[in-house]
C-alpha cells in the first residue's frame, strides 16, 4: 500500500512512517523498479519517486544501491529458505518431506515472481550479489541436510550431496517450470519432480522413526 501523496505538490513527500515500516515500503519499491529495469539500469531517483519519498530519506536507510539491492534480494532469499525449513517441518514422512520440499520451490517461484527473478535471474554480478544469492541456495541444503543427515546416518559429505542434489534439481525444474510458461498445471510439475528425486532418494537407507525410505511411503 502506497503512502506517497499523488499531487505534484506533494511529489518528494510521504506520510511518516514507523522506521520499520518505511524500510519496508522501500524494499517493495525497490524490488518492483529492479526486477522492472535491472539493477544496472535502475536508479535510486526512480526508486525514490516510485516509493514516494525523497532522495535524502532513501539514502538515510540505505548509502548505495548496492546496499538497497543486497538488502532487497536478502528479503526473498529469507523468505525462501524460511518457506523451505517451515515445509520441511510438515511432516516426518520422508516422501512427504520431499514434496513438501519441491512444492516449496514451485510455491516461491510462482507466487514470489520478483524474488525468483532478483535471485535466479539476477543481472547485478557484484561479489557481494553473487554471494547473496550462494547463501540462499546453502540455506535450503542445511534445511535439507539436518534431515538427510539424522535420517540416513551418512557421513557429512554425503549427506550434504544429497542434500544439493534434492535442492538444485528442485530449482532447475521450478525455473524450467516457470520460463516455459508453465507447459504443465503446477501439481503435475511437482509430481514429476517428486518422481524423479524419490526414485534415486528411495535407494538410500535411511534411519530413525521412519525406518528406511522404501518404508517410509510404499507408493
Known amino acids: 500500500m502506497s503512502t506517497a501523496t499523488n499531487s505534484p505538490a506533494g511529489a518528494g513527500r510521504s506520510t511518516r512512517l514507523p522506521r520499520s515500516a ?3 515500503q522501500l524494499l517493495e ?3 518492483e523498479i529492479f526486477v ?6 535502475a536508479g535510486m531517483d526512480e526508486i ?6 525523497s532522495k535524502p530519506v532513501l ?4 548509502p548505495s544501491k548496492l546496499d538497497l539491492y543486497l538488502a532487497v534480494v536478502d528479503s526473498h532469499a529469507e523468505k525462501l529458505v524460511s518457506d523451505v525449513n517451515a515445509a520441511l517441518l510438515t511432516t516426518t514422512d520422508n516422501k512427504q518431506r520431499v514434496r513438501a520440499a519441491v512444492k516449496a520451490f514451485f510455491d516461491f517461484i510462482d507466487e514470489d515472481n520478483s524474488g525468483y527473478r532478483l535471485i535466479f535471474s539476477s543481472d547485478a554480478m557484484d ?3 553473487i554471494r547473496r544469492i550462494e547463501n540462499a541456495t546453502e540455506g535450503c541444503v542445511d534445511a535439507v541436510y539436518g534431515l538427510v543427515m539424522h535420517d540416513s546416518g551418512f557421513d557429512p559429505h554425503r549427506s550434504r550431496m544429497l542434500a544439493a542434489g ?3 534439481a528442485s530449482q532447475v525444474n521450478a525455473r524450467y517450470w516457470l520460463e516455459a510458461k508453465r507447459p504443465v498445471d503446477k501439481q503435475t510439475a511437482i509430481d514429476t519432480t517428486v518422481a524423479l528425486l524419490w526414485g534415486g532418494l528411495s535407494h538410500v537407507p535411511l534411519q530413525g522413526s521412519q525406518g528406511s525410505a522404501v518404508e517410509s511411503d510404499s507408493a
Not at 36 to 41: D, N, Q, V
Not at 48 to 53: K, L, R, S
Request: aromatic share 10%.
Open 22 to 24: 518505511r524500510r519496508l
Open 29 to 31: 519499491a525497490a524490488s
Open 36 to 41: 522492472e529495469r535491472g539493477y544496472h539500469s
Open 48 to 53: 525514490a519517486i516510485h516509493a514516494g519519498v
Open 59 to 62: 539514502y538515510q536507510h540505505f
Open 127 to 129: 561479489p557481494a550479489v
Open 166 to 168: 534434492l535442492v538444485g
